[in-house]
Structures are given as C-alpha cells and as structure tokens.
C-alpha cells in the first residue's frame, strides 16, 4: 500500500515536472522574442534620429526616453509609462512606428495614445501587497510544507523498505540534497528566494530525522539517552541555525515552530523541557541586534506556551504528576519569558512615539503567556506571592527603564502589567489566610498609590486605565462590603481596620492626584448645568468610605467606641472639601455624608444597639453637621451650603431626642421637639446666620424651617402619639397637657414672639400659623374637654376672638373667626347640646344649662359687636394670600348688620328649647324669647325684629290653643296661659309706650 | 414702644422655655414604661368623625322623630326577641339578676322609655344595645368580667349607646318610613347610611358611651375603676394586637383600641379617686358569682374600697 503511494507520489512528482519544465521553455522561447524585438527597435531608433534630425531636437524628451530603454532593460514598464504620459504631448511621435514588428509579440500593441488611463484594481495597493505576501511568503511557507510532507511520504516508505538507522540515512540525505540545491540555486538571482526556503526545508528534514532516530517508534534507532540527546540536539541546532542563517521572522518562527513540534512528539521530561525551553530561549534571542521580530516573538512565546500546557495536559489526563519539578519548570518559564521581555528593551525600539501596536501587543502577550504559564505551576505556595511581589517592582523598574529609552509603549505596558501584577500578588494574598474583604481593600490600597504613582510622570494612557482600575477595585470592595452585611457573622475588626488604611491613603493621594489630573486637563469629564468639569472621580470612594465603614461598624460587636472611626473619616472629608475645592467633591460628600447620616439614624432607630453606640453615633453626627455647616463653602456656587449641615444637625438631634428619651417618658420627645423649635426660632434671629452675614447665605431661612418643621413633628406626633397618653403627672395632671399647652405657646412663638424672617416661603408659612393655632386649640378642646360643657367654650372663643382681633392689627381676621366661632357655638347649642346625655343628676352636670350658659354669652356678643360694628367695617382686615376670599365674608356681615347675629341667635335658642324642654311649658320659653326679641327691637330701633317678634308669637299663640291645650296637665296649661297672657300685655304696653322709637328711626 | 415690645417678647420667652422646663420635670416624674404610647391613628379618626357625627346628629334632630318613636321599635324588637327561645335555669337567673341590675341604673335615664335586657347564650364576652332601650348581653361576657362592677360598667356603656341616641341615630330612617308606610326604603336607607359612613364617627360614638359609662359608674356606688378593668377582661379574650401603625385599619376599627381605653379609664379612676379620700365604692365580686343584686344582698365591707386599686 505504502508502495502504491510512492508511485502515486512519483507519478505526481514526475508529471509537476514536465509541466514545469514545459512552463520554462516557453518562458525562455518568449524571451529570446522580446530581446529581438528590442535589438531591431534600436536600429530603427539609429536611421530616424539620422533622417529627421530637425524634429527629433525639437522633440529632446522623446530622445530621453529612448535612452531610458536602451540603457536599462529591466526598468522598461516604468520607462514605458513615462513615455506614455510623455507621448501624450508629443503628436509628431505617434508617427513613429517600428518597422520591424512580430505580429504575435503583444509589446507594441500597448495602448500607449490613451489619453488618461484608468488605474485598474491590479494597480492598487492592496493588490500590490496581496501580491507581495502571497509571492514572497505564502509559496515559500507552502512549497515548504509540500517538501516535508514529501519527506514524511519518503520516510514512510523508508520505513517500509529499510531499517530504522536506513531510514535515518535517507532522510538526512534527503536534507542533504535539498542543502545542497541550495548551493546551486543560491548563486542565481532569480531563484535566491526559493533556494532559502530549499535550506530550511533541509534544516527541518534533518530535524524529523533526529527526532524520529530518538522518539518516533518506526524511526527509532538509538538507545543510548545520551547519544539520543545529542542527536536531538544536533537536529534543533541545526534547524535553528538555519532558521537563523535564513534572516527573516517568517524562518524563524518556522523553524522555531518545527523545533517545537518535533520536541512534542518525544517522550516527555526534564530534559527535553529544558531543550524546548532552550529552543524558544534561542527563538526569542535570534530577533535581538536591531532586529524588529515581534511576529516572531508572538509565535515563539505562544508556541511555547501551548507545548508547555499540552504536556501539562497530557500528562494530568494519565493522571500523572507532571514530571518536570515545578520550581525547574518555573525558572525556565522565566527564562523563556523574561528573555522575550527583555527583547524589547533594545534601542532599535526607542525614540517611536505613540503606541507600536505590533510591539505592544508582542510584550503583552509575552506578559500574559508568562504569567499563564507559571500560574500553571502554582500550588498554593506562599512563596508564589513573594514571587509576584518581587515581579511587580521588576515590571515596575523595566517601565522605568522603558521611559529612559524612551520607549513609549513599553513604558505603558510594563506600568500596566505591574499593576496587574500587583493586584495579582493581592489576589494571592488568600493563601496568608486573608479574608475576600481584606483581599479587595488592599487592592483598592495598591490601585490607589499605583494611581498616585502614575499621576506623576502622569502618561494619559495609562492615567486613564489606572483610574479606571483605581474606580473598579473600589466597587469590588463596595460590594464586598455589601456582601459582608448579609452575613449573619459578625466581621472582624480588621476589615474595618483595612478600610481606614485605604481611606487614609485615598486621602493623603487623593490632593496629589486631583492637582495632577488637572494640571493636565485629563481624567473624566462630566457635565454639569452645561459645564464640562474633568474628574478622576477619586471623590466618590473617598466620600463614602465613611458610609461603607458605618456599613462594616454595624457587623463589628467588639466595641462600640469603633464607631468612631467611620464618623472620624466623615468628618476628615469635610476638612480635605475645604482644603481642595471641586465640584463633584462637593456633590460626593453630600452623598456620602447623606448615606452615611441616613446609617446612623437607622442604627439610632434600632432596637439592638447599646446607649454608649447612640451616644457615639448622635454625638458624631452632630459634630458632622456642625463641621458640614462651618466647612461648607463652595467654590463654584461662590457661597456657603449651609442647609446640609442644618439638615443633618436638626435630623440627629430630631431622633436622638426621640431615641434618648422613649425610654424615659413618651411625652418627653414631643416636649424635646418643641425645645429644639424655640431654640431653631431663636438661633435664626442671631446676627451670626442672618442673610446680611454673606458666609452664611440663607442659613437663618434654613433654621427656621427647620424650627418650624420639628413644631409640624410636633403636631404629628402629639395626634399619633400623645394624645393617647394617660399618664399623670405629679400624679394630678395629665402629661399630654403640658404637650398641648407648650405647643400653642410654640405656635403662638412663631405667629407672634418670633422676629418675622426675611424669607418668603417661611413668612408665608408662618401666616397661616394663627389658622393653625385655631385649628389645634379647637381639637385639643374637642378632645379635652366634656362634649357637654363645648357650647361655652366656643362661646368663650367667639369674645376671645374677636377681642384679640381688635387688639392686635396683625391678627384682625381673628374679627371674622369670631363670627364663624359664634355660628358654630350657636350650631352646637340648638343641636348637639340638647342630644347630650349625662348620667348624672347635678343641675352643673347638665347639658341644656351649658347651652343655657353659651346662649347668654352668645347674646351678650351679639350686642357687643353690634355696638362695634363701626369699628369692624373699618377695619383693613389682614388675610394670608389664600384666604383673601374671606373678605367678601365680612362685606356680608357689614352689609346684614345686627340682622346676621340676631337671628341665628333666637333660630338656635328656638331649637334650643324645643329640644332641651318639656314641651308643655315650650310655648311660654319661645314667647318669652319673642318677647325678648320684642325688647331688643325697642332698643335698638328695629322694625324688622318687631314684626318677626310679633309674627312669631302670633304662630306660638296658635300652638298654644291647638297643641297646649290639649294637654291633661292643668297646671302646665294654666302656667302656661297665664304667663303668655302676661308677656303679650306687657308687650303691648312696651310698644305703645316706645313706639315713637320705630317711627322716628322711620 | 419698642423697647416695651423686646420686653413682651424676652418675658414669653421666658416664660414658654420656663413652661418647656416644668414640662420636662413633669414627664420625668412620669416614668411609667407600662404604658405603650405607640403609634395609632385611632384617636385622630375619633376626633375627626366628631364633624360627621354631628351632622348626623343634626339630620335626625331635623326629622319628625323623637325617642317615642325609638321606643315603640324597641317594644317591637322586644316581642320578636321574646319569641325566640327558651332559657335554662343558669341563664334564667342570670337573666333576672342581669334586669335587677338595670332597674337601678335607669335613674340615670333621659329617654322615655325602659331598659331590658336580654341574654345570648354565647361564649364570645359580648354586648350590645338596640333601640328602644333593648340591651342584650352574652353569657360569655358574664364569664368574662369578675364583679358586679364590672358587669355595670359594661350595662352602662350599652346604655350610653342608647342614652346618647347613637341606636336611634342608625335606624331613623326605618322609624321614619315606618311613620310614612315605606319600611323597606327605610331599611336601606339606614343600611346604606350605616355602611358608608358609620365607621368614620363609630370610634367617636364609642368613646362617648364609654364617658357615658365612666360617669354612671362615678354616679353610681359602684367603683370607677371597673371600667378599665372590663376592658382588661375583653382583651384577654379578644387578643388585640396590632402595634404598627395602620391608618387603614385603625380607620376601620369600629371601636378604640383597647390599650386606649384601658388607659384612659385607669387614669380617669385614679384622677377621680385622688380628690375622694372618704369614699367608699362597691365591687361585688361575690354578687355577680351568686347572681345577686346589690339592692338585694351587700356583702360586706371585703366587697367595698375607699381607694384606687390599679387594675
């Protein structure tokens, strides 16, 4: 079968070559053609330069291009084209023809008149390359391959036919053979080129000879170890040599690559590892001198790593150890590695500027094929990280060397890799038993000064990665620090420990690196109202570690004087904000000041701390805000933000005083609230926060809306929670009434007491403040007060209202409030009063003499305001914006006069007694009401009251003879008679004595 | 003028950071961790449905219906109870006892028209009045409370229900379609009413007929504080909970939360005994085990108290 191959391939061989041989004779005949064809174009040239001697001098340039063709044939196409552009000028030439023409030949057929050509797509550039690739690698790569697929065709049937050792020599006379057309062909231009490809071919030949003398089973033939390593080595010395000698990448990492190849099919262990290691090490070194070999160095490093891992492989899937002793396979790893490392650190390669992308990706690649492969042979050692330590210094020192060679790229990669290898040298840090959170803030450590070292020399590229990785590590460890929470394990003090280190670092760093960013203009930008502000955004893990620490606080069962130290850093930031300004700082340290506020309220709140951990927490915060109101300028609002700080010291001292004192007695807290309304309401008026005091912009509005917001927490906490508080104090009196009466007095402090605040928002909520006093007073008294005894109180506050209304300008609409207190209490007399029941049979229990009571009161403000009802119409009364409707309230009341108030009145004492009596004597009550109406008509001269008097007593007397008497009470009834009798009579006598007083107000 | 002004201001303030400090000193002497001031909205409902109650209030004031009519349903009401079951010997005797009881609450009466009570052989310690002065009581709740007292406190608050016209107040329309022949438009009508908008005033009606009761019983010989002491006993039995605020539910809750009541009432008898040295009011803790009215059998000075005894 072998057999039938060889002939196949012979066959194949033999007729390649007659078709070859037949492609070169007619080669040769077309060019035997072409040189006649140029011979008698010479002499044709000779007679027309003798015959028209005038026109040819006339024309000198078309003598200059015949020169060019006689004097260098080879460059003919480029002579050509420039007589064709020549030609163009020149029409007495297109006269010329040859005399002697072939007709076959295609030469003087060339369209040499066209006026402008077209450049075809074999003219362009990328063909032209297509072409130059493909010639002058691509065929030799191949016809290579084909010759060693041939040879291994050879060595197939040689081991057929012959002996191991016989096949040994076939082969490597076969190499011989092809070494020695090398000679041959060598000598002769055109076929230089493929007389180098002849040479590696041999040098590989000569290799797979070697190694199937040593490893291949139908090859082998020595025994001997050493006489085998020698051959082995004769073979890759050889190739590589050749592959050295040949002078290109492409033979190099073709003969590198076959070494390789070789070597994996020998069996494997420590020697031929060492050989192979030598083989890239040789590899690598052939591109030094000013040699530029990155390709090569990609191929041979990659190689390398891919034999390394598949004898790895081969071995794990026996599962057998790998041979080669891991501190052997680490240093000639290395060797390999730093060698191809080292080969960039030549002065072929200084002085490029910009990024080499070839180069670049080249020490990339060695970069991560190194640390691959020695990842490959780690086994947990702690000396492992010892190891990378140490690389990350070296990879430190060679970027520094790189920037005195001026090697821009190399410079960035090795500032790179050493930080890549520094955060691996703290990945490996698990093995000292470290924890993950530990593990992500000493990275964050090392990202952060690896940023500081980098801003520096300050190289924009990798400023931008570091701070990218800088920004990464950070929320690596954020979520680690989220992780942590979610555990139910306490976490150890360190973890707290390690984030202070990272925050103090960050924080001594962080001024050096922003004055550089911006110095440089670099880092990211962000856009703010429009503005593009460049930021290394370094601000924003310095701004939360303070939260992130609270974070870790809160998992920390130690001490809780470890507090301290997240508020420490909180505070720290507030000092470096002042020391450098920036706008993202600013907004950082809002949220993170903000977060870190919102913790610590939480952990305040909650139920599981101790009193010492409130304590440390609210005093910290409280300090925070103070130092977050002093240190509070900023710089690109020209003005202090002083409303954070107020914020978080109204929020702590708000809860705290909630906190502190729920313990103690509920009702302290409101009380507490109430305090910190008076003081707010004080401290707005100190000059220290006044707005004419430009450091303090605003600060005094912000204080007092805060006072004024703990007076509304008040509020809401008193209808929520106090008012259900039943405890007495001093064992008499309930607690919530000192709640009540401290919160009008706060109230009425706001309305009246405090300096009006030159911020409209505040004074316009303050207006409403007097409805809002109403409002509380009256449902303290709903709740308060016995439902029997409410007609007088709101009787009381109708006088109440509108004498203090009278008083005081400020609070006139008190004038309207009365009237809506007067209809309200005379509401409640004619229909709640009399539905109140009390199981008590005291007259002062009773609900109709509390109605009895408020409907004397009532009568009385009747007559007072009627009497003041000049001085009400003159009154400009002073409404808040929104209430301003209430102004045609008054006109209304102006314009009904005493009309308004009378007759609700007797409406309501009807109603009054009609519910509250016995209705045998109601016909007596209600005409003794007409007759009091009657009255009231006398003495104030109104005829309306009389005629409503006289009509209503006229309906009573109807009651009476149709209701009353038919009752069975004749007692009631004659009570009841007589004394109706004797009020119309007395009437009667009233009016015709007074009656002049209806007619003169006529 | 000014300066009298600063002298105006400087006094309040003085005097409102005096009146904060005496209210510090004042909550500090009220150190009482029994009490559980969480939050609720119940009180704030019952204060607002104080506006819709009286506007109820008013309509049924406006309506030509009086307590007459009140008490001619509850004869009705009356008659169909009386036809429904029979009562065994217990409940006969608990029954009487519970109706000796009345007799001499209805001194405190304002409607025209008699108490009963009925009984409700069921275990859950409950009670409820109708209109027309029909109170009707379960044998649970006579299991529940522990003395004489505190039965009274509890016929008192059902009285105050009907005293206060709360019952009448839920079924004015059907009285009033009864006076005009169209009883089942009545019936909706108060339906509909009492559906919709009842329970935004029933915490207020409830808290009235609780005052209500509070004040039979400081009127009465019997001692104030069974009242918190009644509600006690339906808190063990009702096992009320819900601390969270809620202001759904506590919109919905159709009377005040117990730990309120019990609070309010505790302090009202100790207010109320503080100033009464000299008193003496009944329990009867062996009455109501005998069934036995106090106008009929007093037991003895171990069954009076002449101080606040904290429930």
Known sequence: ?1002 | MNQNNNRTRKFFIILLFGFAGLSIVAALTTIDLSQNNGVTFAPLFQLLGKAPQSLSRSVTKMLPIDSVDEGELGKNLRSYDSSSRALNTDEQKALTYLNSIIKRLQRFKTKPFDYELRLLSADIPNAMALPGGVIVVTMGLLKAVKSESELVAVIAHEMGHVELSHCFDSVKYEILSKKITHNSLGAIADFSRNLLIRHTFSKTQEDEADNYGFQLLTNSEYDPAAMSKVFIRLKASSHQTGNSPNPLRDYFLSHPPLDQRIAKFSTEAQVWWNGRSNEKRYIGIKNLEEKTDLSIKDFGEGEWTSTYIAP
């Not at chain 1, 990609?298 to 002793?325: D, G, M, R, V």
Request: contains cysteine.
């Open chain 1, 1 to 1002: 079968m072998n057999f039938l191959y060889f002939i196949g391939i012979l066959i194949f061989g033999k007729k390649l070559h007659s078709n070859l041989h037949r492609k070169i004779e007619s080669l040769n005949a077309d060019l035997a053609k072409m040189r006649v064809e140029l011979s008698s174009l010479k002499n044709n040239e000779t007679k027309s330069v003798t015959n028209q001697s005038a026109t040819i001098q006339s024309y000198q340039p078309a003598n200059q291009f015949i020169t060019s063709e006689k004097t260098d044939f080879s460059t003919q196409k480029t002579s050509s084209n420039r007589a064709l552009t020549e030609n163009i000028s020149m029409p007495p030439i297109q006269q010329y023809k040859a005399p002697i023409r072939h007709p076959t030949t295609t030469y003087p057929k060339r369209e040499y008149r066209k006026e402008t050509p077209k450049k075809s797509f074999r003219d362009s550039e990328f063909w032209k390359n297509l072409e130059v690739q493909f010639a002058g690698n691509v065929t030799g790569i191949v016809g290579t391959l084909a010759v060693v697929l041939g040879v291994i065709f050879l060595g197939v049937y040689a081991a057929i036919q012959l002996d191991p050792l016989g096949r040994f020599g076939v082969v490597c006379m076969f190499s011989l053979g092809l070494y020695a057309l090398y000679f041959f062909l060598s000598n002769k231009t055109f076929w230089k080129n493929i007389s180098l490809w002849v040479r590696s071919a041999s040098g590989v030949i000569f290799l797979v000879g070697c190694i199937g003398s040593v490893g291949i089973e139908s090859m082998k033939w020595v025994n001997d170890p050493w006489i085998g390593l020698a051959l082995l080595v004769s073979g890759l010395s050889a190739n590589l040599v050749l592959g050295f000698l040949n002078g290109g990448q492409i033979f190099a990492s073709i003969h590198v690559l076959f070494s390789l190849l070789a070597l994996s099919l020998v069996p494997v262990n420590e020697i031929t590892f060492s050989i192979a290691a030598l083989v890239a090490f040789v590899g690598i070194v052939m591109s030094f001198k000013d040699r530029q070999w990155d390709k090569h160095l990609i191929a041979t490093t990659l190689e390398f790593t891919a034999l390394h891992f598949y004898w790895i492989y081969s071995f794990k899937s026996n599962n057998q150890e790998f041979p080669i002793q891991s501190i052997h396979a680490i240093v000639l790893c290395l060797i390999v590695g730093a060698t191809g490392l080292i080969s960039h650190y030549r002065k072929t390669y200084s002085g490029a500027s910009g990024l080499q992308q070839i180069p670049f990706f080249a020490h990339v690649i060695t970069w991560a094929t190194l640390g691959l492969n020695l990842y490959a042979h780690s086994k947990g050692s702690v000396w492992s990280t010892v190891f990378l330590a140490l690389s990350v210094f070296l990879s430190f020192g060679m970027s520094i060397k790189a920037e005195r060679m001026s090697i821009q790229w190399l410079y960035i990669c090795d500032r790179l890799a050493s930080l890549l290898l520094a955060l691996l040298t703290v990945i490996s840090l698990k093995k000292f038993g470290l924890s993950g959170y530990e593990i992500s803030s000493i990275a964050a450590i090392v990202a952060t000064i690896f940023l500081r070292i980098v801003a520096q020399t300050f190289e924009k590229t990798i400023f931008k990665i570091s701070n990218s990785a800088f920004l990464f590590s950070y929320l690596v460890l954020a979520g680690h620090t989220f992780g942590l929470l979610g555990e139910s394990e306490q976490v150890a003090t360190s973890s707290l420990f390690m984030l202070l280190c990272s925050f103090l670092i960050l924080g001594f760093v962080f001024p050096y690196i922003q004055k550089k960013a911006e110095e440089n203009n670099q880092g990211f930008n962000f856009t703010f109202k429009q503005q593009s502000y460049p930021s290394t955004f370094v601000e924003i893990p310095l701004a939360l570690h303070g939260f992130f620490a609270l974070l870790l606080a809160t998992k920390i069962k130690d001490s809780e004087w470890i507090l301290v130290l997240p508020l420490a850093m909180t505070i720290y930031n507030f000092f470096l904000r002042e020391k450098l300004k920036g706008l993202l700082f600013d907004f950082s340290i809002l949220v993170g000041t903000g977060m870190t506020l919102a913790v610590a309220l939480a952990l305040i709140l909650g139920d599981s701390n101790s009193l010492i951990s409130d304590t440390i927490l609210t005093v910290g915060m409280l300090v925070v805000g103070i130092l977050s109101f002093k240190l509070s300028w900023s710089e690109h609002f020209k003005q202090k933000i002083t409303w954070f700080g107020v914020s978080i010291i109204w929020l702590v001292l708000m809860v705290a005083s909630y906190v502190f004192t729920k313990n103690i007695s509920p009702a302290l807290t409101g009380i507490i609230w109430l305090l910190i309304s008076l003081c707010a309401g004080e401290l707005k008026d100190r000059e220290k926060f006044c707005s004419s005091n430009g450091a303090h912009e605003k600060s005094d509005v912000f204080i007092g809306l805060f006072g004024i917001a703990s007076l509304f927490a008040f509020l809401a906490r008193f209808f929520l929670v106090d008012i259900s508080n039943e405890v007495l104090a001093f064992g008499m009196i309930r607690i919530r009434l000192f709640s009540e009466f401290l919160g009008l007095g706060s109230i009425y402090y706001w309305l009246s007491i405090s300096k009006p605040s030159r911020s409209v928002v505040l004074k316009e909520i303050v207006d409403y403040f007097l409805e809002l006093f109403l409002v509380v007073a009256t449902a303290i008294i709903l709740f308060e007060v016995d439902s029997y005894l409410h007609p007088i109180l709101w009787a009381v506050g109708t006088f109440a209202c509108y004498f203090l209304g009278k008083k005081n300008h400020q609070f006139n609409r008190l004038l309207l409030y009365s009237y809506l207190f007067y209809f309200g209490s005379l509401f409640y007399v004619a229909f709640i009063s009399t539905t109140i029941a009390t199981p008590s049979v005291l007259l002062l229990d009773q609900a109709w003499l509390m109605g009895l009571i408020s409907v004397c009161i009532n009568t009385a403000f009747m007559v007072f305001a009627h009497r003041d009802r000049d001085s009400f119409a003159k009154s400009q009364l002073n409404l808040p914006k929104t209430v301003k409707g209430l102004s045609g309230f008054k006109s209304f009341i102006e314009k009904l006069e005493v009309k308004i108030l009378l007759y609700p009145l007797f409406t309501a004492i009807g109603f009054f007694l009609l519910w509250s009596f016995d209705k045998t004597v109601l016909s007596l009550f209600w005409v003794i009401e007409c007759f009091v109406l009657f009255l009231i008509s006398i003495l104030m001269r109104e005829p309306q009251f009389r005629i409503v008097s006289m009509v209503g007593i006229g309906l009573i007397f109807l009651r009476i003879v149709f209701y009353d008497l038919t009752g069975r009470d004749f007692f009631i009834k004659a009570v009841v008679f007589i004394s109706v009798g004797l009020i119309l009579i007395a009437m009667n006598t009233i009016y015709n004595k007074y009656k002049y007083r209806y007619e003169s107000k006529q």
